[in-house]
């Protein structure tokens, strides 16, 4: 009789660098080959968001290591299928002295492991150490290691090179046209430039399962003059390119207004108005909050959508439901919306959501708002990016729901960075 296979051991014994991620992109288990390359050991790694042990290269301004791989295992997470990686530089910290980053070339593999309910449990990070072969290759200084390696890794790229060729053959062949207007229509009409100067912002957006790349549900950010900013999300009904044209107009209109009113409930206002010309936009929600970081002040007002939740460090959770109004074009007349304020201390976080993220068929959404400040309370330690793949991987949303989800997290400061109109 065959004996039982120490599936334990034999990814220990593996000879490529592997790691098994959670949902929320925490490391799970690493194998020794990866503990090897990289200079750290298991104790080290596990229990760890892969990208607060693998950042970036900050003394490379053009490095995106981060922002590839975490596109990548999104990838997976959205989709559930196995994701190749091209060559890519991603620098590595010297163990011992993690101010200090050593060049690094890899190719990787990030491959789903599915649960009983068919949705992503795992993901296993597979990758190779390509610096060698790419130093040699720019220096032509083939004797720097033995000929028998390079042949293996000269072959491993290459295998890899074919694997993703023939991968972009396939999605060229499947739905090409209707995809690449899809995906350029989100890009465009979910781009914030004004986010790019917040790193203690983090957003995530997912389409409802097995729709387009595109949806009705958005975020956005918008800077204000005397260190302040304005955060929101909207939820137009329906999915694909109908709800998301509408989407693109509506978060236009509200971006246009925050720069020329006074405060959320005037914004709001004005989108209320428009959204009756718009084709569609009825019945849509949005909430948007004001961040004064000078007097540690939130004002917000919301148009028919649920609460942002304000995270205290002790996991407490104050819903932001004082200036719930119906949602935008409602009303035959125009009535001024309500706008309320609340006090925040630095450490705090704030987040917007839409509805994707809390509703479940055939339950009370207070029911949903309970399970949100649950997950929250668990979150406390965590920046702004772990902590919305965190709220994904363990509201089981990782892989996608039957609704469209937008998230905005913000951990809250003392100060922003300053003011650009531009």
């Keep these: 009789m065959t004996s039982e296979i120490d599936y334990p051991g034999v990814f220990a014994a593996l000879p490529s660098p592997c790691l098994v991620l959670g949902t929320d992109l925490v490391i799970a288990a690493a194998n020794q080959a990866f503990c090897e390359v990289t200079g750290q050991s298991r104790v080290e790694l596990l229990g760890q968001y892969l990208f607060d042990v693998f950042p970036d290269n900050p003394a490379d301004p053009e490095a995106d290591g981060v922002d590839t791989l975490k596109a990548s295992l999104h990838r997976v997470l959205s989709t559930g299928q196995t ?5 890519q530089k991603y620098d590595i910290p010297v163990p011992g002295n993690p101010e200090v980053f050593k060049e690094r070339w890899w190719t990787a593999i990030n491959v789903p492991v599915l649960g009983l309910d068919g949705k992503v449990a795992w993901i296993i990070h597979r990758s190779e150490d390509m610096t060698d072969v790419v130093r040699a290759h720019r220096t032509a200084q083939q004797s720097a290691f033995s000929p028998g390696r390079e042949a293996a890794m000269e072959a491993e790229l290459y295998a890899r090179a074919r694997q993703l060729q023939q991968l972009n053959e396939e999605l060229r062949q499947a739905h090409a046209r209707e995809r690449r207007v899809a995906v ?28 387009l790349n595109v949806c009705g549900d958005w975020y956005d950010a918008v800077d204000l003059p005397a260190d302040r900013f304005t955060v929101a999300v909207g939820d137009v009904v329906g999915h694909g390119l109908s709800a998301a044209t509408v989407m693109g ?14 405060g959320p409930a005037q914004a709001l206002e004005a989108l209320g108005l428009y959204a009756r010309s718009v084709e569609g936009a009825l019945a849509a929600t949005a909430v948007q909050v004001l961040v004064d970081c000078h ?28 200036a719930t109004d119906p949602p935008l074009g409602a009303r035959p007349e125009h009535v001024p919306r309500p706008q309320a304020n609340a006090t925040y201390t630095p450490g705090d976080t704030l987040v917007l959501y839409t509805d994707g993220l809390i509703e479940r068929r055939g339950e009370d959404i207070d029911a949903g708002l309970a399970r949100l400040t649950s997950t929250l309370a668990t979150c406390t330690e965590f920046g702004a990016e772990h902590l919305a793949d965190a709220l994904l991987a363990r509201l089981g949303l990782a892989s996608g729901a039957g609704d469209d989800i937008a998230i905005v997290v913000v951990r809250l400061e003392r100060m922003t960075r300053p003011y650009s109109p531009g």
């Design 184 to 211: 350029t229509l989100q890009e465009a009409m979910l781009h914030s430039p004004d986010l790019a100067r917040h790193p203690n912002i983090a957003v995530r957006y997912l389409p409802a399962t097995g729709s």
């Design 83 to 87: 994701d190749h990686m091209a060559l």
């Design 249 to 262: 107009r509506l978060r236009s209109a509200l971006s246009a207004a925050t720069r020329t009113v006074h």
């Design 295 to 322: 007097s540690h002040l939130l004002v917000y007002s919301s148009a028919g959508h649920p609460p942002p939740v304000l995270l205290h460090p002790d996991g407490s959770c104050e819903l932001l439901d004082q």
